[in-house]
Every structure is written in C-alpha cells, then in structure tokens.
C-alpha cells in the first residue's frame, strides 16, 4: 500500500509563496493534490501523471490555481512537490496528496478517483 506523508504547509500573507512536499512510497501512475476548506467538499488542485516514463510528466490543474500553482515530482519519483505562488486568501484550506490508478481521476481531479492519502497539511492565508 501506498504511504504519504504532507509537509511544508503554514501561514503566509496574501501574495506570497509556499512549497508542499509529500513524500510517496511505491511508484503509483497518478499523483495529485487536492483540499478542503471549511465547510466546503474536497477539490482537486493538480493531478500527474506518470504512466509513460518515456514522455515528460502530465499534469492538470483547476482553473483557480492555474498559472500560480505548479505539480512536480523529484527525478527518484519519490516527492511529490506543490509549488504555490501569488496565494490568497481564497487559498486557506487543508492540502492532501493522494495516489490513484485511474486516468479519469487524473484528467479531471477527482478525489473519489484517488485511493491513498496522506494527513493532510494546513495552509492559512492572510489578506
């Protein structure tokens, strides 16, 4: 079984960066991360792709971070990164990697898709 283990979650002012790392045992084909505010469902942030290690890593992000969130993974594929740029407060909310196998779950960032999960992260923004 897959494990995950979340860091590099805090508090930071509005504009401002943060970087999540999540470290994965195994070599799970999809990767992605995703979270939950308070009171809202869980959503899918950025998903990869790592199925055809001959291509470059395939990602997919929601719109709302798009252009200020980048998904990566380390060349040993055992860290899964979240770089977070230009943050708001609409930000704020509990940040979760998670592994799956299912492309449908990769190509539109759904969190029923992903079957491994880690404790989760806190990321607070202030404005």
């Known amino acids: 079984q897959v494990q995950l283990a979340e860091s590099g979650g805090g508090s930071v002012q509005a504009g401002g960066s943060l970087r999540l790392s999540c470290g994965v045992s195994g070599h799970p084909p999809y990767m992605g991360w995703f979270r939950q505010a308070p009171g809202k469902e869980r959503e899918g942030v950025a998903t990869?792709?790592?199925?055809?290690?001959?291509?470059?890593?395939?990602?997919r992000y929601a719109n709302s971070v798009k252009d200020r969130f980048t998904i990566s993974r380390d060349d040993a594929k055992t860290t899964l990164y979240l770089q977070m740029s230009r943050l708001t407060p609409e930000d704020t909310a509990m940040y979760y990697c998670?592994?799956?196998?299912?492309?449908?779950?990769?190509?539109?960032?759904?969190?029923?898709?992903?079957?491994?999960w880690g404790q989760g992260t806190q990321v607070t923004v202030s404005s």
């Open positions: 990869i792709s790592t199925v055809d290690s001959s291509r470059s890593d395939m990602t």
């Open positions: 998670a592994t799956g196998r299912s492309y449908v779950g990769w190509l539109l960032l759904g969190p029923a898709d992903f079957d491994s």
